[in-house]
């Protein structure tokens, strides 16, 4: 019933392949046949299979996919979440992480209550309006989030924003060249400097919120793959 491009996936079973499709196209499917046809070509136990997705819905469809396809040996096949997968990874090999117990991942609220006390416990020129105490709080969970999948950590940003704002007051492209204001910077180079004023003070914030996961043994959502990926990289 697969069409050609359908069992071309379905046959390769030996090196990446990657399958571009639109939804309702059948991806579920070819994954399921595919992990099938690799059960049925190969010496391949089925528990020696590892098939990631991206929400809990997906698990289950694709675990019922497998079971409708190759019978009980669908229930054998590791089927997860991304971030659930990275979880147990973690809870096997968080010494390698130097950790010294297994780290709680926390959830969206409790995320939200540790940003908001770090917030809270600290003094902050821009961050924290009197007037909108929650302005700047989607856009920083937005920029760590950003940061931590660039690979970023805190220090390494600061860097980056200390160096741009160097540049912009050194560079001579950038002063007045006559009146009365001759030689000082011009207005859209001052709002840049300070818009990254604002970003020097969310590296800060940054480093405050990891050491505050530290001191907590706590991860949250973007930490999981990050850390997954630090296992993998140290670990023998």
């Known amino acids: 019933k697969l069409n050609k491009a359908q069992k071309e996936a379905v046959d390769a079973i030996e090196g990446p392949v990657m399958v571009v499709a639109g939804p309702g196209t059948g991806k579920t499917q070819i994954l399921a046949l595919r992990i099938g046809n690799i059960l049925l070509e ?11 997705t991206f929400t809990n819905a997906a698990v289950e469809a694709m675990q019922g996919r497998l079971e409708k396809y190759i019978g009980p040996a669908g229930k054998k096949v590791n089927t997860s979440t991304f971030h659930s997968f990275g979880m147990k990874i973690i809870e096997e090999y968080y010494p390698v992480l130097g950790m010294e117990k297994v780290p709680k991942l926390l959830d969206d609220i409790e995320a939200i209550l540790l940003f908001d006390e770090v917030l809270d416990k600290n003094s902050w020129k821009y961050l924290k309006p009197r007037g909108d105490r929650s302005r700047y709080f989607r856009d920083l969970r937005s920029l760590i989030s950003l940061l931590k999948r660039e690979r970023l950590n805190p220090k390494e940003f600061l860097t980056e924003v200390e160096r741009e704002i160097e540049h912009l007051k050194k560079d001579p492209d950038n002063l007045l060249t ?22 020097r003070e969310a590296a800060v914030f940054f480093q405050l919120y990891e050491e505050a996961k ?9 930490d ?4 997954m990926v630090e296992v993998m990289e140290r670990s023998k």
């Open 42 to 52: 190969t010496d391949i136990n089925a528990d020696g299979i590892l098939c990631l």
């Open 178 to 199: 006559r009146g009365e204001n001759k030689g000082e910077l011009k207005k859209e180079i001052l709002n840049k400097i300070d818009s990254l004023e604002r970003s």
């Open 214 to 222: 530290v001191f907590k043994n706590v991860l949250d959502y973007d």
């Open 224 to 227: 999981v793959l990050e850390k």
